[in-house]
Structures are given as structure tokens and as C-alpha cells.
């Protein structure tokens, strides 16, 4: 690989991919920091937002994944979230997809990854951080406690399961119709 080349990928790293995830994460971050500073008062607190029961900032460290499924297991799902960054990254970086509507659903489901593996690797260490899991605050009282991470996360994978199901295929039809109609 010669010196142009290497040049190019990382600047394609850095800027192309990680600005969009560096400023996803520091949301998440930065929710989560208000989260605590204000939300965490006696780990029972909870406001109302716009008076509403079901809506709430709700305080809660989680120590599980979603729904407190795996919880207590802090090591092993610090470890699943860095793997599944890493598995992210290496695809965008290393596969060099084309399809731009997909890198976009995997830099979004990267950031969340990432964003609550952060949380998740400060539970890992409880007596230096004060963590006890990742942080939740926003509550709806029918479904769950979730962070910015976790909508990162949710929104991210329902959107690349519709668009893998409905749309790639017509994507990849619309594609091939311009470069025969181009070499006409």
C-alpha cells in the first residue's frame, strides 16, 4: 500500500466515519452526564416530563443489556459491546461497502455500541467509578428505562432489518438499470 493510499484510508477513518460517531457518543455521553448530575438525587427520583405519569426521567443504573437480561454480568457484556464496535468498524473500514444508506445504519448502531460500552467498562470497575451499569434515565412506564444509546441502538437495527427486507434489493435493481443505460 503506498503512502497516498494509506493517507486516504485514514482520513476516511477519521473524519468520514468517526465525526458522525464521535458526535453521536458524546450526546449519549452528555445526556447521560445531565442524567446523573440531576435525575440521580437519592436513586429513587423521578420528574415528569410535560406532567405526564407514563413519561418520566427516571434514574437507574442497569447492569444488564436490554430489559436487565444478562444483568450482573458487567466483564461479559463490556466485552460484547467492544466486540461488536470493533466488528463494525472493520466492515466499514476493511469492506469499503459502496451503499451509503447501510454505512449510515452501521455508524448509528456503532455509536450506541459504543456509547454504553463505555458505561459498561466503568461498571466493570465499581469501586473506582461509581458505576454500577449503564446509565438510564429516560422511562416509559408501559414499555422500559433507556438511554440515547439505546434508541441509537434500536432505531439503528429496525432500520437496517426494513431496509435489508424492502428496500436493498430495489436499491441494487435502480443501480443496475443507470450503468445499463449509461453504456447505451
Not at 416530563?49 to 454480568?73: D, H, R, T, Y
Not at 459502496?98 to 454505512?103: A, F, H
Not at 470497575?125 to 440515547?148: E, L
Amino acid at each position: 500500500m503506498n503512502k497516498d493510499k494509506i493517507k486516504k484510508l485514514v482520513l476516511d477513518i477519521l473524519f468520514k466515519y468517526q465525526g458522525i460517531v464521535v458526535l453521536l457518543i458524546l450526546l449519549d455521553q452528555i445526556t447521560k452526564i445531565i442524567a446523573f448530575n440531576y435525575f440521580y438525587i437519592d436513586g429513587n427520583s423521578s420528574i415528569k416530563i410535560f406532567g405526564l405519569n407514563w413519561l418520566q426521567f427516571k434514574f437507574v443504573f442497569n447492569s444488564g443489556a436490554a430489559f436487565s437480561s444478562f444483568e450482573g454480568n458487567q466483564l461479559l457484556l463490556a466485552i460484547v459491546s467492544l466486540v461488536a464496535s470493533i466488528a463494525i468498524e472493520y466492515f466499514l473500514i476493511f469492506k469499503k461497502s459502496k451503499d451509503k444508506i447501510l454505512n449510515t445504519i452501521l455508524l448509528v448502531i456503532l455509536a450506541g455500541a459504543f456509547a454504553n460500552g463505555i458505561d459498561r467498562w466503568l461498571a466493570v470497575f465499581p469501586d473506582a467509578t461509581g458505576y454500577k451499569g449503564v446509565v438510564d434515565f429516560i422511562y416509559v412506564s408501559w414499555f422500559a428505562n433507556f438511554n440515547v444509546a439505546d434508541i441509537y441502538v434500536t432505531l439503528g437495527c429496525i432500520t437496517m432489518i426494513i431496509y435489508l427486507f424492502f428496500f436493498e434489493e430495489r436499491l441494487k435493481k435502480n443501480k443496475e438499470k443507470k450503468e445499463v443505460n449509461t453504456h447505451d
